[in-house]
């Protein structure tokens, strides 16, 4: 049992597995610092634990991500950890450099003693670190056609895999990615959300909101992910409104045709904000999207958090062929997918999904059962395995 410092690149406010990760560590008796950002926009977070957020100058480029984890490693250096829980190839070379240069000054102490006393000092035991990979990080689709900077990133990551005595991810699909790429098993924890009591899911009232809404919610609405076709799609919709929760860089552009097309009425955009409040809308919804666009194998395998909160609040999904949503969705019967992102096609699947419900109630009663059967009571037990195991 010992300190952990968990690292992030994020500033902690709406990541929940996270959040679940540390509550695993104290629940196995060790103590956790966790290292994140403040940006100007960032909510107040509240945790029983220890959290240290930085303030940096800059907030993207190759520089920031060498300036962050500078200051992880001076964060790590100054609270001296007994294992580090690195949350994405972005933090890990904080770990990586923290393990090495407080290998070489026990060597160097363990050769000064043997030059003393003539004994052999023995080897010393390096800090263990757990990798836990939430995406394919270098399928991203921001690194498409940068060569040299994927070619950096798979290198870390390599390193980082090597260096870990425990790697975690979030589908099976990049599980068996990763294992494939770098010979080493990964142990798959699925983002499956602990359950909210419904006291505490009440929501901002919005007078859009009056009448049935779809909801697109997430951290990264980013571009390839069909939030702009998914807007451009709302005009020919008029059985439902969309209402759009979270951050991310395709919201400028959504909103500029929100505003190009009329569509102020038909579509309401909303901050992120913390888990339960979120909820409150999701569970008020009629319809939820994963939609994101298959264009690299990041958001092919990808299974985010919003398709496990639309199955807890009971809400039928509408998704893109992304292989791990969809066995997710077919497995249970709970919603149909979409085989274009032609606004046309998918104000199609939106007015199909609704109009019919027989099926509609169908895949109601399925996703109780979805419900029952997918809960992080059962799949914190992987990860609470892993960690005992590294730490």
């Known amino acids: 049992m010992g300190r952990i410092a968990v690292l992030v690149i994020n500033d902690l406010v709406t990541d929940n597995r996270v959040a679940k990760t540390c509550d695993e560590l104290r629940a196995n008796g060790h103590e956790v610092t966790l290292f994140g950002r403040l940006l100007p926009g960032s909510l107040p977070i509240e945790r029983t634990y220890d959290v240290r957020r930085f303030k940096l100058p800059i907030n993207r480029g190759p520089l920031f991500y060498l300036v962050y984890n500078l ?224 264009t690299n194998l990041n958001y092919r395998y990808a299974l985010p958090n919003k398709l496990f909160d639309f199955i807890q609040a009971g809400v039928p999904v509408i998704h893109a062929d992304g292989e791990e949503i969809a066995a997710v969705v077919n497995q249970f019967g709970i919603g149909l997918p979409i085989e274009s992102h032609q606004p046309e096609h998918i104000a199609k699947a939106i007015s199909d999904a609704w109009s019919d419900q027989t099926r509609y109630a169908q895949w109601k009663e399925n996703l109780k059962k979805a419900a029952e059967s997918l809960t992080w009571s059962r799949e914190k037990i992987i990860l609470e395995k892993a960690i005992r195991d590294a730490f």
């Open 71 to 294: 200051r992880l490693f001076f964060g790590l250096w100054t609270l001296k950890p007994d294992g580090i829980y690195v949350n994405d190839v972005d933090t890990g070379l904080a770990a990586l450099l923290y393990r090495s240069i407080l290998a070489i000054r026990r060597n160097a102490r363990g050769a000064a003693k043997h030059w003393v006393s003539r004994k052999t000092s023995g080897a010393f035991e390096k800090i263990p670190i757990v990798y836990d990979a939430h995406e394919l990080f270098t399928e991203v689709p921001e690194l498409s056609g940068r060569a040299a900077v994927r070619w950096v990133w798979s290198f870390l990551e390599r390193r980082l895999v090597r260096a870990s005595s425990a790697r975690i991810t979030v589908s099976n699909a990049i599980a068996v990615e990763l294992e494939a790429r770098y010979t080493a098993p990964f142990n798959v924890v699925r983002n499956i959300p602990p359950p909210i009591p419904d006291e505490v899911c009440s929501p901002l009232p919005s007078a859009l909101l009056h009448g049935p809404y779809a909801i697109l919610q997430g951290a990264g609405i980013n571009v390839d992910r069909g939030g702009e076709e998914l807007v451009l799609a709302m005009q020919y919709v008029d059985e439902l409104k969309l209402l759009v929760v979270g951050d991310g860089d395709a919201l400028p552009a959504m909103k500029q045709m929100v505003a190009a097309k009329g569509l102020e009425q038909k579509v309401v955009f909303l901050p992120r904000m913390p888990k339960a409040e979120l909820m409150g809308y999701t569970r008020r919804a009629v319809l939820g999207f994963a939609i994101d666009k298959v």
